[in-house]
């Protein structure tokens, strides 16, 4: 599929965070929404930039104001060694983008670690967030964190202690992730339908990974420690606005028993549910199936 043809309605543009120049793209119907129409805005996950909604801003667009940013350390965004990557730098990027240059009610899309800072930036948002839509997000609940702490708390700090002292180790870990045909072995371990797994996609991720400062992104969020945040339920605790989960049920990262009754247990009443015959990465994986449910849901709210 040619790439170029779907995204004829996309605007790219440059926008200010902790003085960096963040990429960011938008795209709305040709003609005029009306005013109360809430906008959506899309956070891709791990490794990924904006060019992972490239199926979905053009037929969102259609009826929604679309926007879409590459998170600081991610995409066409810089990679600064001088910053301390975390879930709260990318939720504090989230609702910074929201109220500068969005300036009203907006369904925050995220995937993976996109999804978590769209949960986190949500759940501070209040009258700005319309709405939350998880794909397969990345996090911790409460419960996990304490019973790993009891059962590995001395193996993790081991891992931990050879993994920050050892550079060569940690370089040659991220080589070989961004080797062109490694990334598109992982890709395709995690989308079940894999037709979209093309060059376009695979160049998306190996590029990013070319830019200086690229390595430290890597390090700090493949430390063992990780790039911690607020666990899952005290985020849903606070969320006041509508969830949609959207989840692709074959996804052997996200989408364990285990997790999906945790998300059971805390997620607010006013939660949709909706399981996808997909990885991953659904939004890219099945674009149709996914931009269909969003539309009917962000209608229906």
Known sequence: MDNSLLIENQVNFSWNFLNYPIYTVSAKPKENIESNKCAILLIHGFGASTDHWRFNIP????QYEVHAIDLLGFGKS???EDVDYSGSLWKDQVIAYVKEKINKPTIIVGNSLGGYAALAAAAELNELSAGVILLNAAGYFSEEKTIKKNMFQTSLETVAGIFLKNIVLQRLIFENMRNPKN?????NQVYVDKKNVDEFLVNSIRNPSLDYGAFNVFRSVFNPSGPQGEPLDKLFSKLESPLLLLWGSKD???NTPRKRDLYKNFTPK??????LDAGHCPHD???DQVNKHILDWVDSI
């Open 59 to 62: 037929v969102l667009s259609n």
């Open 78 to 80: 810089p990679k600064p």
């Open 252 to 254: 052997p990262w996200m």
């Open 285 to 287: 994986e099945i674009p």
């Open 270 to 275: 006013n939660t949709t549910e909706i399981i």
């Open 183 to 187: 990334i598109k072995k992982t890709l």
